[in-house]
């Protein structure tokens, strides 16, 4: 493309994957800073948010008009988000965390739950042979499965979270979506992802993010109401992306 004289853009497409990424189940030795860039060949490189590398920043493309009413907007539903299916985790991490979103969901059996995976994830699992022992495992009156819901299924993320009470999820874009729409959000913490936790708390504007390791970590704070607060959210900048594709077009 280079050689054709064709301009090659790169834009951030996870909270903490920047550059050039191939495959959805990058391994730990893979999982780059947040202040470092693997090796591009790009003539633009389009970011969320500043980067010490050369970089265009254009925001976080879907923060761009969010109305009030719908940031005020609650429904009664707690909202699951998993990516799991990244390799960066360890099995038991897994089942750790699977487990005790069981719990939960079972002890408060007043409340609606809606989980959705990430697509790879429902893949990684049938793959793995772990559909079925999963369904099993989660299966509650009180729990809604997106993906496999006729309705739900059609439902974009960004809009079950912006009519959720409270966002329970593993770290990824969706902590923007959160911030952006001011929702309650707790957040898994293991060994496999306590970099990007750190990476968190460091661009934390006054409150940390709430986090939990367990179960027990999970019941306690799973009744309080704490958003997040971080410097990684910046309106999406409609100029400085139209200015970089026409910088390199001309």
Not at 11 to 39: E, N, T, V, W
């Amino acid at each position: 493309m280079a050689k054709k004289r064709i301009p090659i853009f790169e834009i951030q497409h996870g909270l903490f994957q920047l550059g050039l990424s191939y495959s959805c189940l990058p391994s730990k030795h893979r999982l780059f800073a947040d202040s470092f860039l693997p090796k591009t060949a790009a003539d633009e490189v389009l970011s969320f948010y500043p980067l010490k590398e050369k970089h265009t920043l254009i925001g976080y493309p879907p923060f761009y008009n969010v109305k009030p009413e719908l940031v005020k907007h609650k429904s009664a539903y707690c909202l699951i988000l998993t990516n799991l299916n990244w390799h960066t985790y360890e099995e038991h991490e897994r089942v750790n965390f699977y487990l005790s979103l069981e719990k939960l969901i079972k002890e408060h059996s007043e409340k609606c739950f809606i989980w959705k995976f990430h697509p790879q994830e429902v893949l990684w699992f049938k793959q793995a042979d772990y559909y079925s022992d999963l369904l099993s495992t989660l299966s509650h009156n009180n729990l809604i499965l997106h993906h496999e819901d006729p309705v739900l299924s059609h439902v974009p993320t960004q809009n079950l979270i912006k009519f959720a009470s409270k966002v329970i999820t593993t770290p990824s874009t969706v902590l923007l979506d959160c911030q952006m729409l001011k929702k309650n959000t707790v957040i898994y913490e293991c060994c496999s992802n306590q970099t990007l936790l750190d990476l968190l708390r460091s661009s934390s504007k006054n409150k940390q993010p709430a986090t939990f390791h367990n179960f027990s970590e999970l019941a306690k704070i799973f009744s309080l109401e704490q958003g997040l607060l971080t410097e990684y959210l910046y309106s999406f900048d409609n100029a400085a992306f139209r200015g970089a594709i026409e910088s390199c077009l001309n």
